[in-house]
Each structure stands twice: as structure tokens, then as C-alpha cells.
């Protein structure tokens, strides 16, 4: 870990740059590389500048947006559970969010539902299953009347393990067309974005990320423990509660646009975390740019490594966060000899 403020400040600065650079090359690349000079051409005129424009650009958008608020998100649970595994995904709501999905594709999808405000209806029954996989776990603490971390990491843990079986059980009766959407959807993809969602999608990450911002001391504090933090005067049950229903909601949103792509909740904040420290201010700043900056570079050669063909992102997300555990597994391997 960096100690010094001094370079930690310039680290953010050079990230930041890096970021500003990455959002305007990486649409470049794909099956068909662009030079920088594309970005002059009218995409009325020239075909390559409409793709790069109208298609590519949007694309790399919708990853730094979705990276940056599963990263935020990831942060956020590993503070308030204070456990470097907890995540989004292991309390269930992606989960959630497939189950939704897998519903509208195997029962729904022949209703003639229709996309509205640039929202598909598979993203909007993913958005309600992973709300209700939220209130599950709500309920599940409501009724033990208790907001205590390992509970509620437990509660969402049984949660998950529910709802994936769900999600089997709907595979295993549907079709052999319907199995692939759902297989397709459970992977995890960038490849469609239209500008109307993009134009909603963008206010609503900086407007997530600034709320986190704002309660970035009281993050710190939590770190501490429920009875330091309600000495300093924080109400711990609110806190979590409403800290838990806007993670919640965040991760809701961007799975129900790019589907469930994994990992990276738990690899940016913890790899920012051993860089920077635990300080939320700069960690949020840092899981914000760095996440974004991640799931670009992931859809970047997702794009590339088998052009003109391409991988769904989440399959690059979920090699590289396996690479990644077992590295952090063996990193604290001495914690658990004998």
C-alpha cells in the first residue's frame, strides 16, 4: 500500500489520464482497426465513421458506465460487510436479476411486449427479479429483526443459491432456442446500446457515484465496527439499510442492460484498496475510474482476439477474476496454516 498522499494524488491524476485516453482509442480497435483520424469524418458521409460513431463509441460508454458502477458497488459491500468477498453478485442480486430475465425469455417473450424509452422488457423483468431478490433478503432481516452484517451476507448467500436454481429449473423445461438466450444472457454482453438509454444511463452513474462520494467518511467509519461507528453518532441500522437499497438498485440497473458480468465487484476495489488504502474518498475516486477503464479494456479484446467473430465480455471478466482469486487465495495462503 502507497502511504504517502502525495503520490496516491498523482496516481488518480495519471489514472484519470489514462481513462481520458482509453475512451477515445479503444473504439478503434475491433475487427477492423480505425486511425484517429476517423473521428474527423461525418458519419453521414463515410461508413466506418458511422460504425465507429454511432456503434463502437456508445459501446466503449456503456462499459466505462457498467464498470464503473459494479466496481462502486463492489467497494461499497466489502466496506459495509468488511469482507473482501462480498460483493453484489454473492448477495444475490444478479442473481436475482437472471431469474427476471430467464422469465420474460421462456414465458413472456411471445407477448409482443415492446421496448419503450429505448428499455427493452428482458432488462426491465431483469431490473423487478433483482429488486426482488432484494427485498427477499430485506424480509429475511426484517423478520430476524436484525441488520447485522453476517446475517444479511448469509441471507443473500441463500438467496443466490434460490434464485440460480430457479433460473436451472427454467433452462431445464424451456426449449433448446429459449436455453441458448438464457445461456447467452447469463454471460453477459456490451453488444447492443441504443443512445436513449445511453443518455439516461450516463446521469444516473455520475448522480450513483456522487451519492457514494458524499457518504465516503461514514464508509470509513463502518470500517471501524457497529459500536465505534453509533459512538461517532451514526444510526448503523440506516446506514446499511440505505446503503444496501442503492447498491441494490445500482447493480439492478446496469444487469438488466449488460446481463450479469462477474467479477468485477470484487477484483477493482480490492486490487485499488491494496494500492491506495482504505480511505473512501480516494477509494471511491479510484474503483470509479478504474472499473470503467477495466470493462472497457475487457470488451476491447473481447472484440479483438477472435475478430471478425467476438466473445461476450463476461466470459473475459470471469477468466481474468478466476486468475485473479487464486492469486489472492495464495497471497493469504500463510493465514490459514497451521
Not at 448477495?91 to 419503450?116: D, H, Q
Not at 467509519?221 to 453509533?230: F, P, R, V
Not at 479484446?301 to 487465495?329: C, D, H, K, N, Q
Request: glycine share 8%; net charge positive.
Amino acid at each position: 500500500m502507497i502511504k504517502s498522499s502525495k503520490t496516491r494524488f498523482f496516481i488518480l491524476i495519471g489514472s484519470f489520464i489514462i481513462y481520458i485516453g482509453l475512451l477515445v482509442s479503444l473504439p478503434l480497435l475491433g475487427s477492423t482497426v480505425y486511425k484517429f483520424g476517423i473521428y474527423l469524418s461525418s458519419p453521414k458521409e463515410s461508413l466506418d465513421a458511422y460504425v465507429l460513431l454511432k456503434m463502437r463509441v456508445p459501446r466503449v460508454i456503456l462499459a466505462y458506465c457498467a464498470g464503473a458502477i459494479l466496481a462502486l458497488g463492489g467497494m461499497v459491500f466489502q466496506s459495509m460487510f468488511r469482507n473482501p468477498l462480498a460483493t453484489p453478485f454473492t448477495l444475490g442480486i444478479s442473481s436475482g436479476c437472471s431469474f427476471g430475465a430467464a422469465i420474460y425469455l421462456v414465458l413472456l417473450a411471445n407477448f409482443g411486449f415492446k421496448t419503450v424509452a429505448g428499455i427493452s422488457p428482458i432488462s426491465v423483468f431483469a431490473f423487478l427479479g433483482g429488486l426482488a431478490a432484494s427485498m427477499f433478503i430485506f424480509s429475511l432481516t426484517r423478520i430476524k429483526k436484525t441488520f447485522h452484517t453476517d446475517y444479511m451476507l448469509l441471507a443473500g448467500i441463500a438467496v443466490t443459491l434460490f434464485f440460480s436454481s430457479m433460473v436451472l429449473i427454467i433452462q431445464y423445461v424451456s426449449n433448446f432456442h429459449q436455453t441458448f438466450l438464457i445461456f447467452r444472457w447469463l454471460i453477459g454482453g456490451l453488444e447492443s446500446v441504443s443512445r436513449l438509454t445511453l443518455m439516461k444511463l450516463i446521469p444516473f452513474t455520475i448522480g450513483v457515484s456522487a451519492v457514494i462520494f458524499l457518504y465516503s467518511t461514514e464508509l470509513d467509519i463502518m470500517l471501524t465496527g457497529d459500536e465505534t461507528a453509533s459512538s461517532k453518532g451514526i444510526d448503523v441500522v440506516k446506514l446499511k439499510l440505505f446503503m444496501f437499497i442503492l447498491v441494490s438498485f445500482m447493480i439492478s440497473c446496469i444487469v438488466s442492460i449488460c446481463g450479469p458480468i462477474a467479477f468485477i465487484d470484487m477484483i477493482i476495489p480490492n486490487i485499488c484498496r491494496m494500492i491506495l488504502g482504505p480511505r473512501h474518498k480516494m477509494l471511491a475516486v479510484a474503483s470509479f475510474l478504474a472499473g470503467g477503464a477495466f470493462l472497457a479494456l475487457c470488451d476491447a479484446l473481447a472484440r479483438t482476439l477472435i475478430s471478425p467473430s467476438e466473445l461476450p465480455v463476461g466470459i473475459i471478466t470471469a477468466l481474468l477474476g478466476g486468475i485473479f482469486f487464486i492469486w489472492l487465495l495464495l497471497r493469504h495462503a500463510k493465514n490459514y496454516s497451521s
